[in-house]
């Protein structure tokens, strides 16, 4: 039968001490991080009357998730290093371990309270962040201008066609230059045959329709043979313009803007299409929606060892390895996302190199430590 374990008083006593010191260290860095540059900002939008107070609420409100997702793996390990720290110094540790508490039956409280944690932030990832970034997108009316190129591919994976949009707003294309390609090959690219330059454009799922054309055709030696204007015309049929059309729609959109399944498709059609760079860059983000919560676990844990202290042991030192944790972590996110857009080393393991080097550190402090 299973046996349910039985919540002593150590570990609410564990429990609502580590709560209070991990808010506290939340609340500082969401303040810290919020006053300065974006509250002057807010500040002086609404001094101009470009938001109302209302809406500058919302701005700030929304910026809190942000914030959060960053809060969360620092508050745990402030708040569980604070915490036992104090314990050591009071020399309730000392107490603890004459009564028989093993290290596991310890930290058996902070390990519930760092899966919470956890999984908040998850979720603040996957949903709350992009529904704030799709809030203040609708506060600051964002006109997104979007400059793309496409290439069609045939069977063997070579270029037929290129679409280069210069200018694609609310639903419209402006200066479209449209590219075909013939069977003849040069050392490095296909023979080029007409260039067709539209005015206008409207993208479709199942054609792109291209207005007000100049055709170009061009000989074998590379001339202009002739010049015809067209009214309009369609490319990139059935698959080839949903997919074109949904790239266009999600190219300038940041990681944080999509929830967890809606990255998992635009990396999906980012491998479809043989985009493999981006691919890279975003399985990795991908990758890290779900390294980065179990990240709190490991900086709580990291947390609890170096408040493992001796009584008249400086503060000071653990607090510094603390901050130096934190800050060595956050400073190298974006060389391992260059590692992995670049394919030096697969998404996998830039997304999880970090948690592992967390553990690391635990089983590195905790055999000099000799707790």
């Known amino acids: 039968m299973l046996k349910i374990p039985t919540i002593k008083i150590y570990d609410r006593y564990i429990f609502s001490q580590i709560f209070a010191a991990t808010f506290i260290a939340i609340l500082l860095f969401t303040v810290v991080w919020i006053a300065p540059e974006m509250l002057l900002k807010t500040i002086e939008k609404t001094i101009s009357g470009t938001y109302t107070p209302e809406m500058a609420a919302k701005v700030l409100i929304c910026e809190i998730p942000k914030i959060l997702g960053k809060a969360f793996p620092v508050g745990l390990l402030l708040g569980s290093l604070f915490t036992f720290d104090k314990l050591s110094k009071d020399f309730e540790l000392t107490i603890f371990r004459a009564v028989g508490l093993s290290f596991k039956r310890i930290i058996a409280p902070v390990l519930v309270f760092s899966a919470i944690i956890t999984v908040l932030c998850f979720i603040t990832y996957d949903k709350f962040i992009p529904r704030s970034e799709s809030v203040l997108s609708r506060i600051n009316n964002k006109q997104v201008t979007t400059q793309y190129i496409y290439t069609e591919k045939n069977e063997k994976n070579q270029p037929e066609d290129y679409v280069i949009v210069s200018k694609y707003e609310d639903g419209r294309m402006y200066d479209v230059l449209y590219l075909t390609f013939g069977e003849r090959r040069y050392t490095d690219i296909h023979e080029l045959n007409n260039i067709y330059h539209a ?88 990758y890290q929606r779900f390294s980065h919560p179990f990240v709190c676990v490991a900086l709580a844990i990291l947390g609890v060892i170096l408040g493992f202290s001796k009584p008249r042991e400086q503060r000071v030192i653990g607090f510094t390895i603390a901050i130096g944790c934190v800050f060595a972590y956050y400073i190298t996110l974006p060389f391992f996302d260059m590692l992995a857009e670049k394919g030096v080393l697969p998404p996998i393991l830039t997304a999880t190199i970090p948690l592992f080097a967390f553990m690391g550190a635990i089983w590195a402090f905790y055999k000099s430590k000799e707790i």
């Open 199 to 286: 005015k206008t454009g409207i993208p479709g799922d199942d054609k792109w329709v291209l207005n007000d054309i100049s055709l170009y055709e061009i000989t074998p030696d590379g001339i202009f043979k002739e010049t015809q204007h067209l009214n309009s015309m369609e490319i990139l049929k059935d698959e080839s313009a949903y997919n074109a059309h949904r790239l266009m729609l999600l190219a300038t959109k940041k990681d944080r803007e999509f929830t967890n399944s809606e990255l998992k498709n635009y990396v999906q059609l980012l491998k479809k299409e043989g985009l493999d760079e981006e691919q890279r860059f975003m399985l990795n983000k991908y």
